[in-house]
């Protein structure tokens, strides 16, 4: 059974400092990986999505890396803002239908 | 850019009544979904649809639950017989024939009294 697991689970860092998120998953026959920002009471923003053949994501500040052979994907996030502060969420999809499972997140509060 | 929609924001209810959550999908998307976070808990895939029939559903989605797709626009989630444990935020999610990316809604809020 896949089961996604996100460390730290909180985190608070001084604006300008990078962040480094991490996501697990037990079992690597994923199809992608996806990272999602969710703010308080708010719905899901898709930031970047990652196919299983591939190593890496960039889009602007932020970069995701999959190692799928150990279950392991990364995001960095440069230069961090107080606009960054946000719980995010990876998700990865097991299945041709599209279901997602998620992780349980990491929030962030990055502090001017 | 377009957006899924949904409605209500936040619906409240007591136990026992009936509610339907509305969504309102990207146009050209053809995969619909749903899936619910009950506080501080992970989000949780219910179920999915496509080409006017539900694809796959978790065991979280009984009898209790439906999905419709009543027009050529809205997708609906039917719960029957609200729990106090069916509050949560519930959220609507579409994908393009073809990609890979899910765009999710910002949720309904249900309130089981």
Redesign the interface.
């Known amino acids: 059974k896949q089961e996604v697991t996100q460390i730290p689970a909180a985190l608070s860092v001084p604006e300008g400092e990078n962040l480094v998120l991490n996501c697990s998953f037990t079992d690597s026959a994923i199809?992608?990986l996806?990272w999602?920002r969710q703010d308080p009471?708010?719905?899901?923003?898709?930031l970047l999505?990652i196919?299983s053949s591939q190593r890496e994501q960039t889009s602007g500040r932020l970069n995701a890396s999959l190692d799928k052979s150990s279950g392991r994907s990364t995001l960095y996030i440069a230069a961090s803002q107080p606009g960054d502060s946000a719980t995010y969420?990876c998700?990865v999809?097991t299945?041709s239908?599209?279901?997602?499972?998620?992780?349980?997140?990491t929030q962030v509060v990055v502090t001017p | 850019e377009p957006e899924v929609t949904q409605t209500p924001s936040h619906q409240v209810t007591q136990m026992g009544q009936e509610v339907i959550l509305r969504c309102v999908p990207i146009s050209n998307h053809l995969y619909f979904y749903w899936y619910r976070q009950i506080l501080g808990q992970k989000v949780e895939f219910l179920v999915s649809f496509y080409n006017n029939e539900i694809s796959e559903k978790s065991e979280i989605f009984d009898d209790q639950f439906s999905v419709e797709r009543p027009d050529g626009s809205n997708f609906t989630l039917k719960i029957r017989s609200t729990k106090l444990e069916d509050s949560a935020m519930y959220f609507c999610a579409s994908r393009q024939e073809g990609a890979d990316t899910q765009y999710f809604g910002p949720g309904t809020r249900l309130t089981v009294l």
């Open positions: 199809y992608n996806q999602f009471g708010k719905g899901l923003t898709s999505l196919q969420l998700a999809r299945d239908w599209g279901k997602l499972q998620f992780g349980a997140g």
